[in-house]
């Protein structure tokens, strides 16, 4: 069957090397505003953050994929690969759109303790972290946050007007976080009523969640990465499958069952 025309998607098919848009770094097209970077602003010194494309160990057996290791240098250090899309070809900004990834922790959890200790996936304009300008959030912290068990895949329900990061706003997943899995990631995001929600491995969607700004104009950045809280403490992640689509309807549904993109609509 042909794939969903117009989607935006990253698989790392070409592998390392800056001449092809489905490389890392890769360049500018099919719909990716520009190049993947990676961005390591505001942490420790000392801090080590590499990326390749590897072959071994593939994410649901899809082949080539981005394999990254953040190291903490002499405190606090975090670390993001990071690519903007546009609208392109199916795909409106200021439309209902859905995104999709595969992702996956590869390192011990044993120094994962910490509330300052996490995995994440989120938008936000060019930067290491989630700050007020961000829209959606998906993070899993080595200590419990709001109530929420350690390591467990968490949503921020932002208040949708920029205010200040507050952990009282994480909802919790139910799903938890565990080495050499790999988690299917759904988002499905209304720019025009500054809300999102998730699935993960196919489960139960979201309730509807607000972005943290109130600016849907800052959406289109997708970060992957995190933080450790310690000098030489490691964390290893891998990236995958990442397909951005506008909602479906139900004929495109069929389309994309044959690209592994599976990616659902979202009722209410």
Partial sequence: MPCLKGAITADFSGGNGSDSVD????????????????????????????????????????????????IGGSGTSKGGVQR??????????????????????????????STTDYLQAFDRPASSDFGSNGTWLIRAAGASVNGINALNWMFYDGGQDGAGFNTANFVDSGVALAS??????????????????????????????????????????????????????????????????????????????GCGIGLRRRRG
């Fill in 84 to 113: 903007a899309y546009e609208t392109s070809g199916s795909v409106d900004l200021s439309a209902v759109h859905q995104l999709s990834f595969d992702f996956r922790i590869d390192s011990d959890l044993s120094t994962f303790t």
């Fill in 180 to 257: 050499g899995t790999v988690y299917h990631f759904e988002v499905f995001i209304d720019p025009a009523a500054l809300e999102y929600s998730v699935s993960i491995n196919g489960g139960p969607i979201s309730a509807p969640l607000g972005f943290r700004t109130g600016d849907a104009g800052n959406l289109g950045n997708l970060n992957f990465g995190g933080q450790v809280s310690s000098a030489g403490e490691e964390m290893a992640f891998s990236l995958d499958s990442v397909a951005v689509v506008p909602e479906p309807s139900a004929t495109a549904l069929l389309l994309v069952a």
């Fill in 23 to 70: 490389q890392f770094t890769g360049v500018a097209g099919g719909g990716w505003a520009g190049a993947w970077q990676s961005n390591t602003a505001g942490t420790s010194g000392g801090t080590s953050f590499s990326s390749s494309v590897l072959g071994s160990s593939p994410l649901n057996s899809g082949g080539d994929y981005l394999s990254t290791v953040l």
